[in-house]
């Protein structure tokens, strides 16, 4: 699952910004842009979530986020994983994978996660087969063919990633990648063992068979309310079940880093998975005196370990360091968090959840369909029409209803005709809004009333067809709307990096643009810096051209460029095409 929100955190970790304050909106977006090209996000088709509020990093976002098919009808690309590369001069290529059972959004639910970190070794290894054999098929799951130049790079990754020799965390002895429905990448993890530890949000009787090799005793389960009283009274007999203790998050301090989760939402988005505060998908197995910890994002169900694509990382060492006791804790660790869950089960399905649950299938059959967002230009190139098409009828079962809603714009809502091709048309969109995100929203018109509609929504990545060439630049100038934004901005592109050391001198203006400009209290001036780029980085300035092209060609714009601008950027520009002739 994808929040287009949350999805702006890897490229921002990636440009080394500040994650944490009060964030500059300019520094954020140029971290953003300066990172397209270097970050790829794939995720399942009908899971990216309706944002609260649109912003146009979003817009940045857009080349790097790959919606993917499900494997088959009634199965899900699941995984939860980043792989990351890190170069520079005279060092090995260092390697991170990040396996975690969260997913890219807001949730402040409790999840797991490990990190491992690498060097790039001489020769490849065994155990990294599944991941290598994991990254190699990314683009294959994609709806949309990459550009050449990202599958160059995502191969280049799975490559690399077969060399990578990883660092063992302490008081492990081994390590073991698990790739489920992964071609080339057989996952045939041993979970045989006298001592079974199981931590799934959903669990069902023949996944938890699964992962305890149909054992009977010494289970401990720890999973929702929900989930636990749907499994068989014979399953319930063979555990100790446990849920997450509601008052368990009253414990943590609030020092401000949680947030809400993403289903407190007032208009109902996709599914995040979440249930009672727990998300984590965890399974400890203790056998010869060995503990083999299991991370990443199987749940304990059928499906996952059966047509599902998910990913694990199997950490080995001693039972007493590992083990099902270490985890839990003795009145501190896990078990602290926990209470014991007084059902029995056998309770049968909750309708609601049933119409939810062909509410999500619904959406992820539609999401996997082809769309096209087609701009037709005015006559007076000021806003557009974007006709949004798809490839033959939509497979929405009756009794369900469908909306279409271009994320940048609210409130041009369009229903198409039920059982012929989408064919509609949002009209008088200025160049900043125009996206290829379309919020698709499904209602299931018998069970809804007008007080308590049963719907839920997501965002589609349509193929964008003529798009103008001048569209980021536009939504650059939007927010760059101010000499101060102008002048952060400037200074982030030319590499200065840090904008809070850039300040307004204030001299005979009035503060708001008509003053002095330096960089830092009696420091180097804009005349200096820009120089000094056109000496040593003169690619950032063709960069800088394109938006100050942008604000030069209207008033409003041409009001943001400090006095003096228009005549420096002149000369600079000259001399910058001599030096490239």
Sequence with gaps: TLDLATAVVPPLAFASFELRGQPDPIAALEAVRSCTDRVDIFCQA?????????????????????????????????????FLEYRADGEPDRFRLICSTRNLTPSSAWDAAVTLDGVRGDRPARRNTPIAAFIASLPTQSLQVLSERRQQRIAGLADAAAYVEWERPELVNNIEFHAFGVRGAKAAP????????????????????????????????????????????????DVEAFEIDPLAALHLPDDGDYVHSATDRSSPSVEVETRSGLHAKVTVVERERRA?????????????????????????????????????????????LLVTYDGAGGVGPDPAEEVLKALR???????????????????????????????????????????????????????????????????????????????????????????????????????????????????????????????????????????????????EG?????????????????????????????????????????????????????PGFDDLWTSVFDALERLEV
């Design 46 to 82: 009908g899971q990216i979530m309706v944002p609260t509020q649109h912003s146009d990093l979003m817009a940045y976002l857009e080349p790097m986020v790959h919606p993917v098919r499900r494997p088959r009808p009634g199965y899900l690309f699941h995984p939860k994983v980043w």
């Design 190 to 237: 041993d979970f045989s063992g006298y001592r079974h530890l199981v931590i799934s949000p959903f669990v069902t009787d023949d996944g938890l068979a699964h992962v305890t090799r149909g054992a009977r005793g010494n289970i401990t389960l720890v999973s929702c309310r929900d989930a636990l009283a749907a499994l068989s009274r014979d399953t319930m007999a």
């Design 292 to 336: 083999h910890v299991f991370i990443g994002s199987p749940n304990a169900t059928g499906p996952a370990y059966g047509g599902n694509v998910e990913f694990a990382v199997e950490l080995v060492g001693g039972a007493t360091k590992l083990g099902v006791d270490a985890f839990l804790g003795d009145g501190q660790g896990l078990r602290s």
């Design 361 to 507: 299938n619904a959406l992820r059959a539609l999401a996997e369909i082809p769309f096209t967002l087609t701009v037709v230009p005015s006559t007076q190139n000021v806003v557009h029409d974007l006709r949004l098409t798809s490839e033959g009828s939509l497979p929405l079962p009756s009794g369900l209803a469908l909306q279409a809603e271009l994320l940048t714009v609210k409130g041009k809502v369009r229903v198409p005709e039920a059982a012929s091709p989408v064919d509609v048309t949002f009209d008088g969109v200025t160049v900043p809004d125009i996206t290829p995100f379309v919020i698709l929203r499904v209602t299931d018109i018998e069970s809804s009333t007008v007080s308590n509609p049963v719907e839920l929504s997501t965002v589609i990545h349509a193929h964008l067809v003529g798009d103008p060439p001048n569209r980021l630049d536009e939504v650059l100038a939007r927010q760059v709307d101010t000499p101060e934004k102008f002048l952060r901005f400037l200074m982030l592109l030319l590499g200065i990096g840090d904008a809070a050391l850039m300040t307004l001198v204030e001299g």
């Design 510 to 562: 009035d503060g708001a643009g008509q003053g002095e400009w330096q960089v830092g209290a009696g420091g180097t001036g804009i005349f200096e810096t820009i120089v000094t780029a056109l000496a040593t980085k003169p690619a950032s300035l063709r960069d800088l051209d394109r938006l100050v092209r942008r604000l030069q060609s209207t008033d409003a714009g041409a009001q943001v460029l400090p």
